[in-house]
């Protein structure tokens, strides 16, 4: 059974930093991509970064670019989400995901996400 654990949230004053990880179990993943996503209240999930699963390709939704840097280490199972100069509207809950199957040719981002973490909260105070 997959398990997804995200822990590293809590609360930062703007322009801190925080390191979100999220630890794999059940799951090899060599070979599966791996997503952020975050949620605030009264808001839609948001897509934050996902990366390949041979750690070569990665995306950062527009607002997180040049901020936020996403890295994974298949051998400890873990990815990591690594946020800087966090701003208030980053304010959210993440969670890390993971899809059923892994799909020749398809990005990170295009990817339906089957499995997810509980989340950890992020707030950022200004």
């Known amino acids: 059974q997959v398990q997804l654990v995200e822990s590293g949230g809590g609360l930062v004053q703007a322009g801190g930093s925080l390191n979100l990880s999220c630890a794999a179990s059940?799951?090899?993943?060599?070979?599966?991509?791996i997503a952020w996503f975050r949620q605030a209240p009264g808001k839609e999930r948001e897509l934050v970064s996902c990366?390949?699963?041979?750690?070569?390709?990665?995306y950062y939704a527009d607002s997180m670019k040049g901020r936020f840097t996403i890295s994974r280490d298949n051998a400890k199972r873990t990815v990591h989400l690594q946020m800087n100069n966090l701003k208030p509207e980053d304010t959210a809950g993440y969670y890390c995901?993971?899809?059923?199957?892994?799909?020749?040719?398809?990005?990170?981002?295009?990817?339906?996400?089957?499995?997810w973490g509980q989340g950890t909260q992020v707030t950022v105070s200004s």
């Open positions: 995901a993971a899809p059923k199957s892994f799909i020749v040719g398809t990005m990170c981002q295009d990817y339906n996400y089957n499995y």
């Open positions: 059940g799951v090899n993943l060599n070979y599966y991509p």
């Open positions: 990366i390949s699963n041979d750690n070569v390709y990665t």
